[in-house]
């Protein structure tokens, strides 16, 4: 399970963007040789897209690799880089709690008014639990990010 879990990322990259890839070449070949629409294609795109950006940017936490990071620490001297790596860490964590709590919301409102996606009709709540799931992985990663710092490391957290 720690071994899934420390990959989990990767394992979703690996699965959602060939996933997408397919999806998206037969949706397309299928209008362009006129053989009929695959009306749902650009629908599963759209969240397979979402999967993966959300699996990215935990991918970019727990490596340490969010240029927009580095660079404002790279100005930063380093008798103050200690300070603000804390500053930057609470504030990314306030923003996490805060899309995890709206996120929630939205999914036991959406849960009540009980709307569906229009080409799969899929629940939406759903679709957006991939928000709510999102964030939580984010949360963790940068959690992580921030104890397993190391100075010699490129340092974004």
Known sequence: MKKIFGHLEEIVLLITFPLMTVITLL??????FELGSMTWSEEAARYLMIIAA??????GFRE???????FFMDIIPKSSKPSFRIIRFLILVLFCVLMIFLAYQLVTNQMRVSQSSAAMHIPMWKMYTILLFGFVLMLVRIIQAFFNHKEEQQEVL
């Open 54 to 59: 959300f699996a990215g940017i935990s991918l």
């Open 64 to 70: 340490n690799s969010h240029l927009g990071l580095s």
């Open 27 to 32: 949706g397309t070949s299928v209008r362009y």
